[in-house]
T-cell receptor, first 112, second 114 residues
Framework: SQTIHQWPATLVQPVGSPLSLECTVE??????LYWYRQAAGRGLQLLFYSVGIGQISSEVPQNLSASRPQDRQFILSSKKLLLSDSGFYLC???????????FGPGTRLLVL | AQKVTQAQTEISVVEKEDVTLDCVYE???????LFWYKQPPSGELVFLIR??????QNEISGRYSWNFQKSTSSFNFTITASQVVDSAVYFC???????????FGTGTRLQVFP
């Protein structure tokens, strides 16, 4: 069966510091991968998605970037965090576009 | 516009009551999929159901049932005989055929009291 991992689970960072969140998927190959952000009390917003190694599509222009260095690894980064980057970041995978997306446990980021 | 509306921000019920969570969507596409996810306090989104736009048959899974009506663009979710463990935020979502972006509603927080 497939499992999806995210780390760290919780992160507190000062404004202006860098960020690296990692997501890995086990039990499947060539998945589509996604990064979503959930701001407090709001729905989820798609940030980036990837259909293959090195292929990244951005949905929302912002302070963040994503990379996919390996087939089942997806990384969310920032060079300098802003207060507005605080939120709950969820990684997801699917077999193909349009199919069910399965979510990881999430990372809670607080920028102070 | 393509959007998902969950007008109920919070619902409170007492255990064993039935509760219906509403979801209304807007789209001009004919091929799409609708989803419900559950987000317990731990935060992880748990997939509950996926329904394609050509299948209006209602579905029942244990205490859960879903009513899809294309004529009213609604995909409502009913929990029968609610339990405390059903307390969570429930999200309705929409994705178009052969695309990557799940469009989420803002969620409904369900609190079930003993």
């Amino acid at each position: 069966s497939q499992t999806i991992h995210q780390w760290p689970a919780t992160l507190v960072q000062p404004v202006g510091s860098p960020l690296s969140l990692e997501c890995t998927v086990e039990g499947t190959s060539n998945p589509n991968l996604y990064w979503y952000r959930q701001a407090a009390g709001r729905g989820l917003q798609l940030l980036f998605y990837s259909v293959g190694i090195g292929q990244i599509s951005s949905e929302v222009p912002q302070n963040l970037s994503a990379s996919r260095p390996q087939d089942r690894q997806f990384i969310l980064s920032s060079k300098k965090l802003l207060l507005s980057d605080s939120g709950f970041y969820l990684c997801a995978w699917s077999k193909r576009r349009g199919e069910t997306q399965y979510f990881g446990p999430g990372t809670r980021l607080l920028v102070l | 516009a393509q959007k998902v509306t969950q007008a109920q921000t919070e619902i409170s019920v007492v255990e064993k009551e039935d509760v219906t969570l509403d979801c209304v969507y807007e789209t001009r596409d004919t091929t799409y999929y609708l989803f419900w996810y559950k987000q317990p306090p731990s935060g992880e989104l748990v997939f509950l159901i996926r329904r394609n736009s050509f299948d209006e048959q209602n579905e029942i899974s244990g205490r859960y049932s879903w009513n899809f009506q294309k004529s009213t663009s609604s995909f409502n979710f009913t929990i029968t005989a609610s339990q405390v463990v059903d307390s969570a935020v429930y999200f309705c979502a929409l994705i178009f055929y052969n695309t990557d972006k799940l469009i989420f509603g803002t969620g409904t927080r369900l609190q079930v009291f003993p």
